[in-house]
């Protein structure tokens, strides 16, 4: 049996269905998909885990405490959830390039 992970990001042009994959090794099989929102993270942690049986989902900084909490509380108490966060200046790096692409309208 396989260890299943999924890894969930942001993008705020991301369309769920479209923007996903799978790569398998046997003993390890790993789910990524790009969401644009939490309706859309909450929905695809929910599928992912009935569907496919996720044993741990990992997300991106962009998931807020709050965001979390939601998901932990959808996908029940045995599916390990935990969350990517950089240091000071490896955030910084990636605000100004998500800034100059246009991710944050009206900023």
Known sequence: MAFKAAFLAHAPDADSQKHRCMIETGK??????????????????????????????????????????KIVETVG???????????????RI???VMQREGWFPGK
């Open 28 to 69: 390890y099989k790993l789910f990524v998909v790009v969401v644009k929102n939490q309706n859309e993270a909450l929905k695809e942690c929910k599928s992912l885990v009935e569907k496919e049986g996720i044993h741990a989902i990992m997300l991106c900084p962009g998931f807020t405490h709050k965001d979390i909490a």
């Open 94 to 96: 990636a605000i100004e």
């Open 77 to 91: 108490e045995k599916v390990s959830v935990n969350v990517a966060r950089g240091d000071g200046p490896s955030t």
